[in-house]
């Protein structure tokens, strides 16, 4: 069976995630799913949410996706704290993973097929056109080795803010119950992993030390005493920025979003300790402490470098 | 003085975190045993310190005598400032350690953790720890054979480069199979294979790339 | 800092000179005189983490009826603390004169992070600018250093070579190494010193960054 180059090459255009040649992808305005930021999918902050279009259907193109998934990943990997879980995205990507998993091994059984076919009567080691039949297969498997990369570094990224936040994750927890539960924040796995090693860490610490203090002391979460025990996130990290400004790129529409004197927009912040006034101008990069711009990065109005 | 064998414990955390940073692998040194158990006594006579302060003050109390100044309570002040402290050195020592054994979990699975590590490093880890760490390997295979089965959990943090690379074969496997064939692992022979498969072969050691 | 911060309980354990204000029954342990009591005005080394909260805590004593205590003034502590020998002025006279070849190490091995537990707890603003002062001249000369040895060697392969002999961790004998070049050898001797003249936070200070440059050099030059 011949597989002509043509078939694979039109595969590779409709349901890639390769590079969108036609540019930025947030320029298209008309898509409905402007309304959504990249937090909002999971809808897991009643205070900074963006209604999502109630009217909106269409679901983000894969180009969008990959390109949100991207922010996302440079974001949990730069922020101090556990970003919420961009539940929706996730499940379309990695159902988008599988299916092209799929049809990668079509694909390339088809070649092995071919392959075969073409050995016995052909003694020469490579044959050259096969190998250039071969290269648009190459690419697929390439971009998807890079997607399934960027999942496995966010994931394994948020795995390891969970295990070290774990007591900080439960108390807030136990005081938000009814605003934002932990459910939102994490995914079923991650809830998963979070409270089986919790239990299993808190075992190990019980078996070998905790059982043998008094008993007023053998809290793993007890902040009354000289140093408190639950670690928080270091809000005062130090990280760099990136303004981005509003997900629709309609200025007007954005209520914080200043008009300077010299035409150009910008978001004000306030710098505690200084009392320092900052503008942050659209497009512009800068560096400050995470708690200044938290509420900015939810909105997907900053993002993190 | 109380509270110095919970420096020395310390101490000991330390240049095992130092020792660590070094290498590539997680590397547990010995688990010292003798110093937690001589914290743990001196945490168990702290504690009935206290306890026969806190009668002290009881009977005092009943006695009429006015035991609420707070300079005849600073000794069991400092004794309970004694404790927390052998708390805090003995749970970062163990945080240690648990953390340790988690990169363990995550550069071995896949490998056959409890038959290696249980047999080399039987001596240095404790049962508790031995049991932690059967724990949490099946945590790990459980969270990899869910939804995420694709992505490889645990495979490599640096970024792709080549699909196929070539390999060097440092050690005699026997038969590997993939889904380009079978493969024998002899000792100094070379593949052209696609990463993805052998990223594994290559955590273990058993090839190395060229 | 974090609870379970390794250097922040290394840093508690500093001990600090004290001064106990009070005759305190049943602590004579900490001079070594068990079973007697500690007379005020004693005078003995405490670990931090015992030193500090003591000399915070009200001991309520101008009234032994704890109720009548009303205002903050009266309140007197258990001990009092004095500056430890790491901030006293033979240390800062040495800082202000010269901050870069002044061993930190053999002051205080976590001579920042107790400054700053120390400038926390009585707001001592001298003490803070000549400690920041301190860290921005030497951060300079641990990025020198950082930055050099990264470059001394387009070999990635040697750089890994330098980087663990010239880790911290290790003994004082460990310049020889697989590069024969003589400047080379030299250059190692004189940050070897220097390194381990760091105290911890600037030794953290120095990893980093010299692992930084040494990930952007290998980048660079990795023509694939």
Redesign the interface.
């Known amino acids: 069976m011949d597989v002509d180059i043509e078939d694979i090459l039109a595969e590779l255009n409709t349901d890639s995630t390769a590079v969108d040649q036609s540019g930025n992808p947030f320029s298209d305005i008309n898509n409905n799913n402007n309304a959504s930021t990249l937090y909002n999918e999971s809808s897991s902050y009643p205070e900074t949410n963006l209604k999502t279009n109630a009217t909106s259907t269409s679901i983000p193109s894969p180009q969008q996706d990959y390109n949100n998934l991207i922010i996302l990943w440079r974001n949990e990997r730069c922020a101090p704290e556990l970003l919420p879980y961009p539940h929706n995205l996730m499940t379309r990507m ?1 159902s988008r ?2 299916e092209q ?1 799929e049809r990668l091994e079509i694909i390339s059984m088809d070649f092995l097929g071919q392959q075969h076919s073409t050995t016995t009567t052909d003694t020469t080691g490579n044959n050259p056109v096969n190998n250039n039949n071969m290269l648009p297969l ?1 690419c697929m ?2 971009e998807l ?2 997607i ?2 960027v ?3 966010f ?2 990224c948020r795995l390891s803010k969970i ?1 070290k936040f774990s007591l900080y994750l439960r108390q807030i927890n136990e005081e938000n119950e009814s605003i934002s539960p932990l459910q939102d924040f994490l995914s ?2 991650e809830m ?2 979070y409270e ?2 919790s239990e ?2 808190l ?3 019980n ?4 059982k ?3 008993p007023n ?1 053998q809290a793993i979460n007890d902040n009354t ?7 928080e996130p270091d809000w005062n990290k130090f990280v760099f920025i990136k303004v981005i400004g509003p997900q629709n790129k309609i200025f007007n529409t954005d209520p914080i979003l200043i008009k300077g004197d010299n035409g150009k927009w910008y978001y004000e912040v306030i710098i505690p300790e200084l009392q320092e006034r900052v503008e942050l101008i659209i497009d512009s990069i800068y560096v400050m402490r995470y708690k200044v711009i938290k509420d900015l990065l939810m909105e997907g109005k900053v993002t993190l470098i | 003085m109380y509270g110095d064998l919970a420096n020395k414990l310390v101490i000991e955390a330390k240049r095992t975190a130092q020792l660590n940073n070094r290498g590539n692998k997680t590397t547990l040194p010995v688990h010292n045993d003798e110093l ?1 158990r001589d914290i ?1 006594k001196e ?2 006579q702290l ?1 009935r310190n ?1 306890e026969f302060f806190k009668e002290q003050e009881e009977t005092m109390n009943e006695n009429g005598e006015y035991a609420n100044s707070r300079i005849m309570k600073c000794q069991h002040f400092v004794n309970a ?1 004694c ?2 402290r052998n ?2 050195c ?2 970062g020592y ?2 240690l350690r ?1 953390d340790m054994l ?1 990169s363990l979990a995550w550069e071995n699975n896949g490998m056959d953790m409890l038959g290696t590590v249980s047999s080399e490093e039987n001596s240095n880890l ?1 049962h ?2 031995q ?2 760490l059967k ?2 390997s099946e ?1 790990l295979t ?2 990899k054979s ?3 089965t ?4 645990s ?3 640096t ?2 480069r080549e ?1 196929f690379i070539d390999v060097r074969v440092l050690k005699d496997a026997g038969e590997i199979q993939t889904e380009y064939g079978v493969f024998n692992l002899i000792k100094d022979s070379q593949f052209f294979v696609r ?2 498969d052998v990223e594994r072969l290559i955590q273990q050691g058993f090839l190395q790339k060229i | 800092m ?3 911060d390794i250097d922040d309980m290394l840093t508690e354990g500093s001990e600090i000179p004290c001064k106990f204000l009070h005759d305190i029954p049943g602590l004579g342990y900490l001079e070594n005189n068990p079973g007697k009591p500690i007379k005020a005005n004693a005078k003995l080394m405490l670990p931090y ?1 015992l030193a500090h ?1 003591l000399a915070v805590v009200d001991s309520g004593s101008i009234d032994d009826n704890s109720e009548n205590r009303m205002d903050d003034e009266r309140s007197v502590p258990f001990i009092e603390m004095s500056t430890p020998e790491s901030f006293s002025q033979k240390v800062t006279n040495a800082i202000k004169t010269d901050p870069v070849s002044l061993d930190l190490h053999s002051i205080n091995p976590h001579f920042y992070e107790l400054a700053l537990k120390w400038c926390g707890l009585y707001s001592d603003k001298n003490l803070s600018e000549i400690v920041s002062h301190l860290l921005i001249q030497r951060a300079q000369e641990i990025n020198n250093f950082a930055f050099s040895t990264a470059i001394q060697n387009k070999n990635i392969n040697s750089i890994g070579s330098i980087t663990s002999s010239n880790n911290i961790n290790d003994n004082k004998n460990s310049n020889d190494n697989s590069n024969s070049n003589n400047n080379n050898n030299t250059h190692l001797l004189a940050s070897s010193s220097f390194l381990m003249t760091l105290d911890e936070l600037e030794k953290q200070v120095y990893k980093k960054s010299h692992e930084s440059y040494k990930d952007s050099k290998r980048w660079m030059y990795q023509n694939k």
């Open positions: 990695l993973i599988q998993m190459l498997e390439a080795e890079r399934k990369f999942i496995r570094s994931i394994r295990d079923k796995d998963i992993y089986s090693h299993i860490l075992k190990l610490f078996d070998t030390i905790l043998h203090l008094p002391m005493g000289t140093v408190p025990m639950i670690d | 937690v743990i945490v168990t504690k206290i400032l404790l927390e708390k805090r003995l749970l163990q945080k648990s988690d404790t508790h720890e049991e932690y724990k949490y945590l459980d969270m869910g939804e995420l694709d992505i490889d959990l495979g490599s943090l970024p792709p699909i990463q993805s | 974090g609870y379970y983490w909260i």
